[in-house]
């Protein structure tokens, strides 16, 4: 009887279901992602004075795409094949290796496209420099685009390897290591400002712990933040010390996923250690370890507290990054046209990132 | 009919009691948990102006102040985006250098016709004070202090090397002669001789400006940069034949050279005069290597005097004078209520702007007050420009790149003029 009534009301098929169960996410997902978006694409088209479009909304004018050419381009700008020789020659090497990987098939299609066409990138943009009386019409961008490269670049394979070699170690169920989980955890769930705070302290040459250690060693501190040697050495390591915990935890996950057979098998073939981790731990793990790079990368592209609050990018620029880069042009400097024209600009580079990883994971999948 | 409504709204905030006007207040100068309302007693920037808010916030007829919470190194980025949030604070304080930017926009509100029904008299302020709020012809603010850059100097040390005559400290009046002052340091002490911020906060660049000033020359002059000449380069190489002879260290940032001179390992140390009466408590104490402390005018190396300096106002936005008279009246209140503290705000060793507190015995019996006197007529600046933060910072990037990176000096001066230049055609 009552099964009856409700077969008798109006059914949503399920397709309308669906879309009456998305509506909410939709309409959130436009008006606080796709609209911002598209409205810093907008701005970036334009000449935009922060202050003087809030008091005059007339006050900004249409210039297309004249941002992009004055953050990116300069005067008299020639492309060469030595203009950059160690980078260029490391891009040539890139898509060698990668061609010569593909054809001997010990590489997939995907992953051997994505390293021949980042390796392709890695010989051709630095060939760009100025000629003869040119310039960069801006010439912060490139160098702060490059910095926040080496910053990526020596982050993600450290957070990578110490939180791999910490999962690793730390990978039992004794009380002892769940306390140390949480001992290694803990760090994440500061804020950016506690964690600059820390290693400010800790990186003074006057009262810090690490001048103290070198000290009774016999050596001079080290001036961490001021140094241009060590300024993003610094950042970098307060980074790892930061952002160990989450891939800690997506590594311990990764590795309780690997079945006790497997290494029970590999002893009976004598591998065991380091030999167990190299052939069963690290091919079972391959899809974490992958998750976790791009994870980082996307992560560690916006890098802006610890640059900003530890060393105000100095010294002379060294750790100067895109974000902060951009928070300046458009908060101090009110250029938010030119600001969004860079953040634009990150735009492409992390959805880049993106795709490689949907590419990379869909290649398991098969 | 107009003022009769404000002056009903007036009325009616006024007739119902214990309804209290609030007023949010934006400033740097960093933050004071027990301040007080005591405003003879506090010490140092930070406490002395929170005790004097908290005292206009206990002391004003119905008119309540809540401090807003903001950053010193973010500050102005925060105050712009809460200006084109729509959300600025009711009353800020604010740079001098920053008048033309803020003012330019039409973000303050003009003050001339309220500032004399607040109780406030601009005839009062000296004449710098007054060119410090004006633009245009209009005042957009409430001038608070001036402020410039001092030597403080460790009297000890100075007397060790011999460098102290009539109680007073022998300072150099040459670059030649500051090299040998700082060898004798040295030599007798085993001390560097001047110590400053040169690694972050632009300490470094207001030291190259005085110097480039002291000869008659700028970083630019109407719309053309000049940096790029003998002027700049003779200021910067005074400052590295320090560093090239170990007679300083470029690498310390504010908190480690103020702590290497309170430490006593430092004869001078260039900061502002908002720390004379927080090194002068210091010297007070036993456990700091500073014992005996003065504060100097900044020492003409070249042919005329100058010394970098800026002043602190208070403005109010102009979005509040023209929607919400009630607010605005409470946020004269307390304008007023600053301004009648002058001289509180003095103590931390900031030159008053009211002539009746220059005047004042009070103000003259201030600790070392008499010691830097000159420094008012020395005070120097930039030009006024919109671009003033980008400017300082171009300098403050490629003077770093001399001292901490060993770029070369015409490179750096190049580059920065080539820069400066950029900002100045946008």
Request: aromatic fraction near 10%; charge should be negative.
């Amino acid at each position: 009887m009552a099964r009856d009534r409700i077969a008798g009301r109006r059914r949503l098929t399920q397709k309308q279901a669906a879309a009456l169960l998305l509506l909410p996410f939709f309409a959130v997902y436009a008006m606080f992602l796709v609209y911002p978006f598209l409205r810093g694409i907008w701005i970036s088209l334009h000449d935009w004075n922060l202050l003087a479009v809030a008091f005059n909304p007339d006050a900004k004018e249409f210039i297309g795409f004249e941002n992009y050419q004055r953050v990116m381009w300069g005067q008299n700008i020639e492309w060469s094949a030595w203009a950059s020789p160690a980078l260029q020659v490391v891009g040539l090497a890139g898509a060698g290796l990668a061609a010569f990987l593909r054809r001997t098939d010990r590489m997939s299609r995907a992953t051997a496209i994505a390293l021949g066409l980042a390796s392709v990138l890695l010989f051709v943009l630095p060939g760009f420099h100025p000629g003869e009386g040119g310039r960069w019409y801006d010439r912060r961008f490139w160098p702060t685009v490059g910095n926040t490269l080496v910053f990526v670049g020596l982050t993600v394979p450290g957070v990578t390897l110490t939180a791999l070699v910490i999962a690793a170690a730390i990978n039992r169920e004794t009380r002892a290591m769940a306390v140390l989980r949480t001992l290694f955890f803990l760090s994440q769930v500061l804020s950016v400002t506690v964690v600059t705070l820390i290693w400010q302290i800790m990186f003074s040459p006057r009262q810090g712990l690490i001048a103290n250690i070198t000290e009774v060693f016999g050596g001079t501190p080290i001036v961490w933040l001021t140094d241009q040697q060590f300024a993003m050495a610094a950042i970098v390591i307060t980074t790892i010390w930061w952002s160990l915990g989450i891939a800690m935890i997506l590594f311990l996950a990764g590795l309780q996923d690997i079945s006790a057979d497997l290494y029970e098998a590999g002893a009976l073939d004598n591998a065991t250690g380091v030999r167990a981790f190299r052939h069963i731990t690290l091919p079972n793990l391959k899809r974490t370890i992958t998750l976790v790079i791009v994870l980082q990368i996307i992560l560690h592209f916006q890098v802006f507290g610890q640059s900003h609050l530890m060393t105000q990018g100095g010294p002379n620029d060294t750790t100067q990054v895109l974000v902060r880069y951009i928070y300046q042009t458009g908060f101090r400097d009110s250029e938010l046209g030119r600001a969004s024209a860079m953040a634009v600009f990150l735009f492409v580079i992390m959805s880049g990132f993106s795709v490689l990883q949907f590419v990379v994971g869909r290649e398991d999948d098969r | 009919m107009k003022q009769i409504l404000i002056g009903a709204a007036f009325a009616a905030g006024f007739a119902v009691p214990g309804v209290a006007q609030e007023v949010t207040l934006g400033r740097f100068f960093g933050a004071c948990e027990d301040a007080g309302t005591d405003t003879k007693a506090s010490v140092g920037e930070a406490c002395i102006i929170q005790s004097i808010i908290n005292a206009a916030s206990a002391g004003i007829d119905g008119v309540t102040v809540e401090t807003l919470p903001t950053d010193w190194g973010n500050y102005y980025d925060q105050i712009k985006a809460a200006y084109a949030g729509g959300t600025p604070p009711d009353v800020h304080v604010m740079h001098r250098h920053r008048v033309p930017e803020f003012a330019g926009l039409g973000a303050l509100a003009e003050l001339s016709d309220d500032l004399a029904a607040a109780g406030i008299d601009p005839d009062d302020w000296a004449p710098a004070a007054r060119d410090a709020v004006s633009f245009d012809g209009g005042i957009y603010g409430v001038p608070m202090d001036f402020h410039a850059n001092l030597w403080h100097v460790n009297m000890d040390l100075m007397a060790e090397a011999g460098l102290v005559e009539d109680g007073k400290p022998v300072l150099p009046s040459s670059p030649e002669e500051l090299l040998k002052h700082a060898q004798m340091v040295k030599e007798a002490t085993g001390q560097d001789y001047l110590a400053a911020d040169f690694a972050q906060f632009p300490i470094g660049v207001r030291l190259v400006l005085a110097l480039m000033w002291q000869q008659g020359a700028n970083i630019f002059d109407g719309d053309t940069a000049t940096i790029n000449d003998a002027a700049a380069l003779n200021a910067v190489t005074a400052i590295t034949q320090l560093f090239d002879a170990d007679l300083a260290d470029p690498q310390l940032n504010y908190a480690d050279s103020q702590q290497a001179f309170l430490n006593g390992e430092a004869a001078v140390l260039v900061n502002g005069t908002w720390v004379v009466d927080l090194y002068d408590a210091e010297a007070a104490k036993a456990e700091t290597g500073l014992n005996d402390y003065y504060a100097a005018d900044f020492p003409t190396l070249f042919d005329q005097g100058a010394t970098w300096a800026d002043s602190h106002m208070w403005a109010i936005p102009a979005s509040l004078k023209a929607n919400d008279p009630e607010t605005f009246g409470a946020a004269l209140k307390v304008l007023a209520f600053i301004n009648d503290h002058n001289i509180d705000w003095a103590r931390t060793g900031h030159m008053a702007v009211r002539t009746s507190v220059l005047e004042s015995a009070d103000y003259a019996a201030l600790p070392h007050r008499d010691e830097y006197a000159t420094t008012a007529s020395i005070a120097r600046d930039t030009p006024p420009s919109e671009r003033y933060g980008a400017i300082q910072d171009v300098l403050n990037r490629e003077l770093q790149a001399i001292w901490l990176t060993d770029k070369p000096v015409e490179t750096a001066l190049a580059d920065a003029e080539a820069e400066v230049q950029d900002l100045l055609d946008r």
